[in-house]
């Protein structure tokens, strides 16, 4: 019945490592994002993906890579891991376009520590 | 089972009035409580932050409130504008699990 699952929900790994994240949702909608909770807890949107096409791109990293090989996935690839780079990142979904009202529901986050 | 509920679904005053609206939460176990702004195309704008050892805060015309113990949180608009239309979500960091759990928001429109 999981609406929008990410994996890992932990991942520890070391400075300059590569590493992904997945986002998977099985409720049929057209559009998925990556949010970055930062240490003060604010969900701040990384990246708007609408049936595989990048919407929204904000100011990130070019370390970071988001993939989507279908409108039921978006993967978050990170490169060249940073201490700053530890953080709670959210996947969230919503049904229509992202210039819309429509209610985007989220994973329960991947908790990344970069040590 | 951890719950955050928000009432009412939609809601659409006149220009001017102040207005309240309500979070309630299954589990008086928070770590923090976060109200937010959904508006379209923008994703989701964090607008006050409750810890859990805090009654209130406030920003600008916004005010949140929190009561642990039951289970409640208010966020009150006064003197509502037309650009505070928007979908309003809470969202409950419960201590067992450190997860955000989301409201399913609240759809508020101020009528010029």
């Known amino acids: 019945d999981t609406a929008v699952s990410q994996t890992p929900k932990y991942l520890v790994t070391q400075m300059g490592n590569d590493k992904s994240i997945k986002c998977e949702q099985n409720?049929?909608?057209?559009?998925m994002y990556w949010y970055k909770q930062d240490s003060k807890k604010f969900l701040k949107i990384m990246f708007s993906?609408?049936?595989?096409?990048?919407?929204i791109n904000e100011t990130v990293p070019n370390r970071f890579s988001p993939k989507s090989p279908d409108k039921a996935h978006l993967n978050l690839h990170i490169n060249s891991l940073e201490l700053g780079d530890s953080a709670v990142y959210f996947c969230?979904?919503?049904?229509?376009?992202?210039?819309?009202?429509?209610?985007?529901?989220f994973g329960p986050g991947t908790r990344l520590t970069v040590l | 089972k951890q719950e955050v509920t928000q009432i009412p679904a939609a809601l659409s005053v006149p220009e001017g009035e102040n207005l309240v609206l309500n979070c309630s939460f299954t589990?008086?176990?928070?770590?923090?409580l976060q109200w937010f702004r959904q508006d379209p195309g923008k994703g989701l704008t964090s607008l006050l932050l409750?810890?859990?050892s805090q009654r209130e805060q406030t920003s600008g015309r916004l005010n949140a409130s929190l009561d642990k113990s039951s289970g409640r949180s208010t966020l009150y608009i006064a003197a509502s504008q037309p650009g505070d239309s928007a979908t309003y979500l809470c969202?409950?960091?419960?201590?067992?699990?450190?997860?955000?759990?989301w409201g399913a928001g609240t759809k508020l429109i101020i009528k010029p």
């Open positions: 409720l049929g909608h057209d559009t």
């Open positions: 409750i810890q859990s």
């Open positions: 969202a409950v960091t419960f201590d067992s699990n450190y997860q955000l759990i």
């Open positions: 993906y609408n049936n595989k096409e990048l919407i």
């Open positions: 589990d008086s176990a928070i770590y923090n």
């Open positions: 969230a979904s919503s049904l229509l376009a992202v210039h819309s009202t429509d209610t985007q529901y």
